[in-house]
């Protein structure tokens, strides 16, 4: 038997939302809201009969971005090493990964899951159902997992990925604001974004993190013109240059072979007679030039696209990101500024306007979107734009309407058409425009201002226990 | 003395294509002898970035010195000067007539990119 090799086919590949390693969830329990499907070949689809009975069902499948095995290893949850056959971790000798899932419906081949902590385009070998007839063993022992605590295993087992649900937080702490009682969840995400710019994004940006206090972290990811500073004056504390790695050429070493240009999927060098032409703008870092020349002509250099500063306003913490003058690719700053998220606070991002790559860099991991818009035609198409794009990565989201009394009521019902909970609205006053436009903060100005942000933290901190939950 | 011209057609007749990295095509012309060869550009027609750079690698092979051409963004100029290829922007009617108003001195060649990035 040894040494005999065992081969099988695919039966059908498994998307997800995550397209990273290291953004995915290690387990279900940690992607409770991940949702998938998995597309059988159609050959097989006659396997499937009977299957929707069943509300979970086992995966079984390749992990195929999985490093070589290692027999002893450090799984997610814990920093000692274990045998890799006491833990789940992919660099095994047999690359099989098993997830148990939720089957939400099937359409045809097509099986949408739900708590998938696979990654997308990953090669599934076989489904079975689950059963807690036969699966539920109730009062077992759980070996070196017994030592990990509820809460960093959460933490750990979501890895970069964060949950959309995020209320069963033990740290969870409740504060009066503006004569309101809000739970705070420390750990959760708000990004506030909207379709363009100007919409006042910024402004509710500053004034819920001012009005929600204390355990507030400002993310600043409008990395291109971040204006949040500019209202909280803060003290700076640290400064973090971000650079990206960009391949740079020894033109002695370097025969002109061309492979380099050859393997670059992003176009970012050309060939020519007398040697390649690096555009570090288009590089995005990937090393694959570097691994393929055969005469080590080409090593790594860091180029710096921003900087980054931490700062305090305040009890509010605020982390700016600032991209370099010219400098065309945000996307790797505002991961460098999400990375200043912390676990024992609320984080409010402030995220670019439009809908573009910024910005889903911006959102992705957030639990809860904030959308600002104005009641106007343009208002309403750009907001079309951004649900879509939110809906794509599967968050929830609501909506604050600025200047909600300039315009029409098209904004209001296509949110109740599309169940998208309209959170509060901003008057058009002159007292408003005026405190923007001396650069003072709203709530520090006007108390109605203050109900009516501490109004729009509460019900978004309990936006999971209300009946309008939007689905993904 | 080679000479690229980016063109609508396969003939010397054909008017001159403006875009460089989306032209359709490239016709290669002998200054001296006036031959001259056709090549297909459709591969780079329908790239979504990084048009330029290609086609400033492809006349690269083609060992043109002079590209003549409507327009040409910075990253295929800067592809072009690392290559030793001088550029001609402007150019207009036939690609006979471009390469003629080239020799005569009435196009001469540019030192820097006429248009921003995605025209070219
Ligand atoms: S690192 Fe990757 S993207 Fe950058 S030039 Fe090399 S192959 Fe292209
Ligand atoms: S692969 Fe290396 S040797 Fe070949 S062209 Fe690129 S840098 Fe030069």
Request: a neutral charge.
């Amino acid at each position: 038997m040894s040494g005999e090799t065992i081969a099988y086919r695919p039966i059908g590949v498994i998307h997800s939302e995550h397209t990273t390693p290291e953004d995915t969830p290690a387990q279900p329990v940690y992607a409770q809201e991940c949702l998938g499907r998995a597309e059988i070949i159609p050959e097989y689809a006659d396997g499937l009969r009977d299957l929707e009975g069943f509300s979970h069902i086992y995966l079984v499948y390749h992990l195929h971005r999985a490093g070589p095995a290692k027999l002893v290893t450090k799984p997610f949850l814990q920093d000692v090493e274990r045998g890799v056959f006491a833990t789940r971790a992919p660099c095994r000798p047999n690359a099989i990964g098993l997830s148990i899932v939720e089957l939400v419906r099937r359409e045809g081949n097509v099986l949408h899951l739900k708590g998938v902590d696979v990654l997308d385009g990953t090669p599934l070998l076989d489904i079975k159902p689950y059963t807690a007839k036969f699966d539920r063993i109730e009062g077992t022992r759980n070996g070196w997992q017994d030592e990990v605590d509820d809460a960093t295993a959460r933490k750990r087992g979501q890895r970069g990925y964060r949950p959309k649900d995020a209320a069963q937080n033990p740290h969870a702490r409740t504060l009066v604001r503006g004569g309101k009682e809000v739970t705070l969840t420390p750990g959760m995400t708000i990004a506030i974004a909207s379709g363009k710019g100007g919409t006042g994004k910024t402004t509710v940006a500053v004034n819920l993190a001012l009005t929600l206090g204390g355990p507030v972290r400002l993310l600043d990811c409008d990395v291109e013109e971040p204006n949040c500073h500019l209202f909280l004056r803060p003290k700076i504390k640290n400064l973090e240059t971000v650079g990206v790695p960009v391949p740079v050429v020894d033109a002695l070493a370097c025969d002109a072979c061309g492979r380099c240009a050859e393997i670059c999927q992003f176009g970012a060098i050309a060939a020519l007679k007398n040697g390649p032409l690096v555009f570090a703008e288009l590089c995005h870092g990937c090393g694959g030039c570097l691994s393929v020349c055969p005469r080590h002509a080409i090593r790594e250099e860091t180029r710096p696209i921003g900087a980054i500063t931490v700062g305090q306003a305040g009890d509010v913490e605020i982390v700016t990101g600032q991209l370099r003058v010219g400098e065309a690719k945000s996307p790797p700053l505002i991961r460098a500024v999400k990375k200043y998220a912390r676990d024992d606070r609320v984080n409010i991002v402030d995220c670019p306007p439009g809908t573009s790559c910024p910005v889903i860099a911006a959102l992705r991991g957030a639990d809860f979107v904030i959308l600002v818009t104005e009641p106007t035609p343009f208002g309403l198409h750009d907001l079309k734009l951004a649900v879509e794009t939110v809906r794509q990565f599967g968050l929830a989201c609501g909506v604050v309407i600025n200047r909600a009394d300039i315009g029409d009521s098209r904004v209001k019902d296509y949110c109740a058409a599309e169940s998208i909970p309209v959170l509060v609205e901003i008057p058009h006053r002159r007292e408003i425009a005026e405190t923007y436009s001396r650069g003072q903060v709203l709530v520090q100005v006007l108390p109605e201002m203050r109900a009516l942000f501490a109004d729009l933290g509460a019900r978004i901190m309990n936006w999971n226990k209300s009946p309008s939950r939007v689905a993904p | 003395m080679k000479i690229a011209v980016t063109s609508r057609g396969r003939t010397l007749e054909s008017p001159v294509d403006p875009r460089f990295g989306r032209a359709e095509f490239f016709i290669l012309v002998d200054a001296d002898s006036g031959a001259f060869d056709v090549y297909d550009n459709a591969q780079n027609l329908s790239a979504a970035q990084g048009a330029g750079i290609q086609a400033a690698q492809t006349v690269s092979r083609l060992a043109a010195e002079v590209v003549i051409t409507g327009h040409c963004g910075p990253k295929a100029f800067r592809t072009l000067g690392a290559a030793g290829i001088q550029v001609v922007v402007g150019a207009s009617g036939s690609v006979a007539e471009a390469v003629q108003s080239f020799k005569t001195g009435k196009l001469t060649p540019t030192e820097s990119p006429d248009v921003e990035g995605h025209w070219a």
